[in-house]
T-cell receptor, first 110, second 107 residues
Framework: DVKVTQSSRYLVKRTGEKVFLECVQDMDHENMFWYRQDPGLGLRLIYFSYDVKMKEKGDIPEGYSVSREKKERFSLILESASTNQTSMYLC?????????FGEGSWLTVV | KNEVEQSPQNLTAQEGEFITINCSYS?????LHWLQQHPGGGIVSLFM???GKKKHGRLIATINIQEKHSSLHITASHPRDSAVYIC?????????FGKGTRLHILP
């Protein structure tokens, strides 16, 4: 079975802290994505990557950066966390035929 | 304006009813996805379509490329079908999601 694993399920961070959200997939997928999901707004694309060291901005990249040094790992970085970044973050990877999601990371910034 | 529009936003139906969820999208997509999200957050891919129709059990997905419209149908609905159903368009390696349809099937 394809597995997309997000390193942390629940995190609480302070305003101004640097936050790393890690995502690993085990199926050699080229495309990987980071989304955030908020009530009433649905899933919004932050960044995506279609190959190692390649990244593209999604719809809401402000306040975030990403890193893809290895094909299986796609990291989301909040350089200086703010309270409006409190959300659920979902990582996904895709093949030509389907998309697979991690279980999500609930981030609270206080 | 969201590039992917779903309707209805919320739907409550009785067990056994035939369910239709609609999705309209913008130009030039390479594929259209339907996904299911249960309470607790887990998201599962149901279908990926680029043309025609696909069926899996009681779920049927159709797409009309000319009208830029897709539908997800559930036959003989059951309370365990209660979930959020999300439509997503794929274009240029990018996948953009609709806001989802919250379905509640009453026993």
């Amino acid at each position: 079975d394809v597995k997309v694993t997000q390193s942390s399920r629940y995190l609480v961070k302070r305003t101004g802290e640097k936050v790393f959200l890690e995502c690993v997939q085990d199926m050699d997928h080229e495309n990987m994505f980071w989304y955030r999901q908020d009530p009433g707004l649905g899933l919004r694309l932050i960044y995506f990557s279609y190959d190692v060291k390649m990244k593209e901005k999604g719809d809401i990249p402000e306040g975030y950066s990403v890193s893809r040094e290895k094909k299986e790992r796609f990291s989301l970085i909040l350089e200086s966390a703010s309270t409006n970044q409190t959300s659920m973050y979902l990582c996904a990877s895709s093949t030509l035929s389907t998309i697979y999601f991690g279980e999500g990371s609930w981030l609270t910034v206080v | 304006k969201n590039e992917v529009e779903q309707s209805p936003q919320n739907l409550t139906a009785q067990e056994g009813e035939f369910i239709t969820i609609n999705c309209s999208y913008s130009v030039g997509i390479s594929a259209l996805h339907w996904l299911q999200q249960h309470p607790g957050g887990g998201i599962v891919s149901l279908f990926m379509l680029s043309s025609g129709k696909k069926k899996h059990g009681r779920l049927i997905a159709t797409i009309n490329i000319q009208e830029k419209h897709s539908s997800l149908h559930i036959t003989a609905s059951h309370p365990r079908d209660s979930a959020v159903y999300i439509c997503a368009q794929e274009r240029d390696d990018k996948i953009i999601f609709g806001k989802g349809t919250r379905l509640h099937i009453l026993p």
